[in-house]
């Protein structure tokens, strides 16, 4: 055993705590200071928490719009607020991921090397990052469902049970596919000879039943909003003629398995390229084991049949990434598969698995590191080779712009393409509300005020020269033309490292009227 390999085995469960929210910090760090702009999940969950409500975006649940909102009443509707509860929740779901290895492996090096594993799936480790929200939430809420249940083999009293109850409803809270996660884990739980009377029993089933009314107010909303549902299961890309079906599904499936390999790499290929015979049969392992690899074979078999069902029945053609991260108790099954190949060697040959184990985590480790490496990185090249350039956007030096134009609160009206102008700007003018033209299944309420303050202005803006949407979204919420004398105006600024780039808004700021005040 390598000296790397007995540290991580000797780190014990608080010095991985430690390196784990160090590694989170520092991420939360980089992404806080290297890049001004929101991202577009980031800049939609800032522009949907403007007020409290059982139904935001019609095809997500609410519970992260909550958790963002309960930072923003501390610290107001600011970067730092929404990246805190999204890198808080990054840690959790690596938390669990470590915890639920510790079930599934009995091995101190294999379930530190749990949540290094899923940092190498490029959808957790990059793209969880950079981009994601409610995502996110979901990752942290199925590793800790995967984790109790784990657990009930050798704890299941009602306390338990309890917890189990809350995590499963944060889940159906956090995004719709957990359905895909819940039915192949209690496929995963009937093949498991220690887990299948803990889970297939009156307590499981009324713990069930609790997490269903813990989220049923949610869940009402939306299935009684028509709109919501059919954007949430995407209806307009769903069912299409008979004719066209065969041609859909093959678009389906090769999507899902293009998406699913994506999703496990390059974890996938890494391991496949040092121990190979891994990949293959296997020596019996430990009953443990056993029991483990049960669990996990009939968790991603349960879930590739599902989603091939679901691709073939509707016919959907449309199959995106971020909806893969179920497939993530695959970086436990190849870990698995490598403690049994391994475990199993001796003499000389057990000493070489040895040091290739040893380069398996040193890779994994590289991995993980390279993560903060490239944040720094695409915040130093980003303003130069950036399209929509979302992150970069000066949007404070816009909106002291705008507050020298005369503009300090009232209604934003935004054209929110090709960037999130409505929830970036409302991270500066705090008490004015923000209209996007862009997400119009959401309106944000007029805020209270008494009758005796100022009603506040309308300000109307676009990126560029066009403008249509906004302007007539702003015509409708007053509730009367734009009169001809308001002045358009312009406002020109650069991209922060590279001058060269500058970006050119037009605006428009009246006097309130109306729903635009």
């Known amino acids: 055993m390598s000296g790397l390999t007995r540290g991580i085995i000797g780190a014990g469960p608080a010095r991985l705590s430690v390196a ?139 306390t338990d049970y309890l917890w189990l109850a809350l995590a499963i409803a944060a889940g159906m809270l956090a995004k719709y596919n957990f359905a895909l996660f819940l039915l192949p884990l209690l496929a995963g739980a009937w093949r498991h000879g220690g887990l299948r009377p803990r889970v297939f029993c009156p307590t499981f089933w009324i713990a069930l039943a609790l997490a269903g009314l813990l989220a049923a107010a949610p869940l009402a909303a939306f299935l009684g909003d028509a709109g919501a549902v059919s954007g949430a299961v995407g209806a307009g890309r769903l069912f299409p003629p008979v004719d066209d079906r065969l041609a859909a599904a093959v678009r389906g499936l090769t999507q899902f398995t293009v998406s699913s390999l994506g999703m496990v790499s390059p974890l996938l290929p890494l391991a496949v390229f040092m121990f190979p015979r891994a990949m293959g049969p296997l020596p019996h392992p430990m009953p443990r084991l056993i029991q483990s690899g049960r669990f996990l074979e009939a968790y991603l078999v349960t879930l590739v049949l599902l989603a091939v069902a679901a691709i073939l029945v509707t016919g959907a053609s449309d199959v995106r990434n971020n909806w893969l991260v179920v497939w993530f108790p695959a970086a436990f099954y190849l870990l698995l598969r490598i403690k049994v190949f391994t475990d199993a060697a001796s003499g000389d040959r057990g000493r070489a698995l040895a040091g290739r184990l040893h380069w398996f985590a040193v890779c994994l480790l590289v991995i993980a590191l390279a993560v903060p490496v490239g944040l720094i990185v695409r915040g130093a090249v980003g303003p130069e080779t950036c399209r929509k350039c979302n992150f970069f956007i000066p949007y404070g030096d816009l909106a002291r712009s705008l507050a020298s134009a005369g503009f300090t609160t009232g209604t934003v009206v935004a054209e929110d393409r090709p960037n999130q102008l409505a929830g970036n700007l409302r991270r500066y003018f705090p008490k004015a509300r923000t209209i996007s033209t862009r997400w119009r299944d959401y309106r944000p309420p007029l805020p209270k005020s008494p009758p005796q303050s100022a009603p506040g202005k309308c300000l109307v803006i676009w990126l560029g020269d066009g403008g249509g949407g906004a302007l007539a979204l702003a015509t409708k919420l007053r509730g009367a033309p734009i009169p001809d004398d308001v002045t358009r105006r312009r406002v020109t600024l650069p991209l922060p490292r590279n001058g060269d780039r500058r970006l050119t808004w037009s605006y428009l700021v009246m006097d309130g009227m109306g729903e635009c005040r």
């Not at 001004?36 to 059982?54: F, K």
């Open 20 to 158: 784990l929210a160090t590694f989170i910090a520092v991420l939360f760090v980089l992404r806080l200071s290297l890049f001004p702009g929101a991202s577009d999940d980031d800049g939609e969950i800032l522009y949907y928490t403007q007020s409290w409500g059982l139904l935001y975006k019609g095809n997500q649940p609410p519970l992260y719009a909550w958790l963002i909102l309960a930072a923003e009443a501390v610290a107001g509707p600011v970067m730092a607020a929404v990246l805190a509860v999204k890198f808080l929740l990054l840690g959790t779901f690596y938390a669990f991921a470590y915890l639920a290895g510790r079930r599934l492996f009995a091995d101190g090096l294999f379930a530190a090397l749990a949540p290094l594993a899923l940092v190498a799936c490029f959808f957790i480790g990059w793209d969880a990052v950079v981009n994601y929200s409610h995502t996110i939430l979901l990752l942290a809420a199925m590793a800790a469902v995967l984790w109790l249940t784990l657990r009930l083999e050798n704890r299941n009293g009602w």
